[in-house]
């Protein structure tokens, strides 16, 4: 090519998601009613009855642009969270945000910490901007603390944490959270990401945004693509001292986040009932598919998310279970990508689904 592409920009290890049903349905012929995805970590229960209510009336909106401050979702926000809309920034998914978060505070050269087997975004968006993505070793395939404190340098500017991380599903209590927020200095931004928190019960999750009192580099994303169920519309948010998020704000697209996005967004909110079903459906579900992998004699990595990454002898098996699995319109997630290629993680389904899975989990003969 005779364009010049920076060399950080042509290292970068595209992003790869779960498989579309309809290209599973194209490449296996099989039809999309009978395919089962369980590869990107969505709700399987669909969406809130009222998203979908707001939605229908959110029609004959939708020539307008967008409201760009997302004022009534912003105010949806604050009211149940207790937060100046000062302190919010919305996102086009919660990806947006860690963007957003790299783009703000890190420039080329800079260093951008976050943990082996994390989320693979946060390596793209700092590679994405020449910044230099180190990779603390994690303990147990969990995110180890110490490690990141260690690899602190003039450099670092921005660190990582998935709380609880994907693709593993560990868990940072909110002691050792806190405590090594208190060590981390206040000139590097620390993005604590929280895409799955609806699905921790309420003695497991951080109260991260009470930290927010102490912590003026701290910024919580979170996501409405996983509980809420609203992954297809994109939006996700940002809390934070409001000086943080006003030059966010700077950087962001004046329009990032779509008109039905925001509608449904805000009526998601006063759906109480539906992220509890959501929760509970995903404990029973989380219980069948560990039952399943105990019987089977498969370790896999214990999760507080709506996944479970199990494990196989090595990769090639690995891949021949997902191979089985896929022709037999079963959808799950090799994440070699994530330095664990002899692991398959599978998102939560319906009891049925979950039971498909099993079924050819363990008919699988190798
Ligand atoms: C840990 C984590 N953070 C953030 C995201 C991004 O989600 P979204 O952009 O859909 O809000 C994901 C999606 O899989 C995730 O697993």
């Not at 990454?309 to 997630?333: C, P, Q, T, W």
Request: net charge negative; charged share 25%.
């Amino acid at each position: 090519m005779s364009i010049e592409v920076p060399n950080y920009i042509s290292n970068i290890d595209p992003y790869q998601g779960g498989k579309p049903i309809k290209e599973v349905a194209r490449e296996i012929g099989i039809s999309e009613e009978k395919i089962i995805k369980l590869a990107s970590n969505e709700n399987p229960m669909g969406i809130s009855p009222f998203a979908k209510k707001a939605l229908k009336n959110a029609l004959s909106e939708v020539h307008r642009y967008p409201d760009g401050n997302a004022y009534y979702l912003k105010e949806a926000l604050s009211k149940k969270f207790f937060l100046d809309t000062n302190q919010l920034i919305i996102g086009n998914g919660s990806n947006d945000i860690l963007e957003l978060a790299a783009r703000t505070f890190v420039t080329r050269g800079d260093q951008v910490l976050y943990s082996e087997h994390a989320f693979a975004v946060y390596k793209i968006v700092s590679q994405a901007i020449g910044g230099d993505g180190i990779e603390a070793p994690s303990a147990n395939y969990s995110h180890d603390l110490d490690a990141f404190l260690s690899l602190i340098s003039d450099k670092t500017k921005l660190i990582f944490i998935a709380n609880p991380n994907n693709p593993t599903g560990t868990l940072i209590s909110k002691k050792i959270l806190k405590n090594f927020l208190s060590k981390v200095p206040e000139r590097i931004v620390v993005v604590l990401d929280e895409a799955y928190d609806e699905y921790l019960e309420d003695s497991l999750k951080s109260d991260s945004f009470e930290w927010l009192k102490d912590y003026k580099n701290l910024l919580i994303s979170r996501s409405f693509s996983k509980a809420y169920g609203l992954a297809g519309l994109r939006i996700g948010y940002g809390v934070a001292a409001p000086e943080l998020i006003e030059v966010m704000n700077r950087v962001r697209q004046p329009f990032n986040v779509n008109h039905f996005a925001q509608i449904a967004a805000i009526a998601s909110l006063d759906d109480e009932n539906f992220i509890e079903e959501s929760r509970s459906i995903n404990n029973l579900g989380m219980k069948q598919l560990t039952n399943a992998f105990n019987a089977l004699n498969l370790k896999f990595i214990p999760s507080y998310a709506n996944f479970v990454s199990f494990k196989l002898e090595d990769e090639k098996i690995a891949m021949m279970y997902y191979h089985h699995l896929l022709n037999n319109g079963v959808i799950v997630r090799p994440i070699a990508n994530y330095d664990l290629p002899e692991f398959l993680r599978v998102s939560v389904g319906l009891q049925r689904e979950n039971e498909i899975f099993i079924k050819y989990l363990s008919n699988c003969n190798i």
